[in-house]
């Protein structure tokens, strides 16, 4: 089992940046592929960005390659998602998840993961 806290929503003007963290704890957590995701009001939960869990291979959604970036401290069981050229499509409530071992495409999808965050607001305004 592990835990998953997030931390570092907030509100930022259009073109800014802002880093989300994700602090996993309890057993070998540091063996779970990490993801994030966003929800948007009335929309469906949506792939942002994924991490193998050997941090080999990172996954992006089109929307945000390029100005987006996942990263890894195994040192501190911490993922992050370093968000820049922000955008007001870009707001939404940001999750992240974990799936042990996991790797590869599958990670773009919700039904790869079996533990999730209790989710940051991101709001970018115009």
């Known amino acids: 089992q592990v835990q998953l806290v997030e931390s570092g929503g907030g509100l930022v003007q259009a073109g800014g940046s802002m880093r989300l963290s994700c602090a996993a704890s309890g057993r070998a957590s540091g063996t779970y592929a990490m993801g994030w995701f966003r929800q948007a009001p009335g929309k469906e939960r949506e792939f942002v960005a994924a991490?193998?869990?050997?941090?080999?291979?990172?996954y992006y959604a089109d929307s945000v390659k390029g100005r987006f970036t996942i990263s890894r401290d195994f040192t501190k069981n911490t993922v992050y998602l370093q968000m820049n050229s922000l955008k007001p499509e870009d707001t939404a409530v940001y999750y992240c998840?974990?799936?042990?071992w996991g790797s590869g495409p599958t990670l773009a999808t919700t039904a790869a993961y079996n533990y999730w965050g209790q989710g940051t607001q991101v709001t970018v305004s115009s």
């Open positions: 998840a974990a799936d042990r």
């Open positions: 991490l193998s869990w050997s941090g080999d291979n990172t």
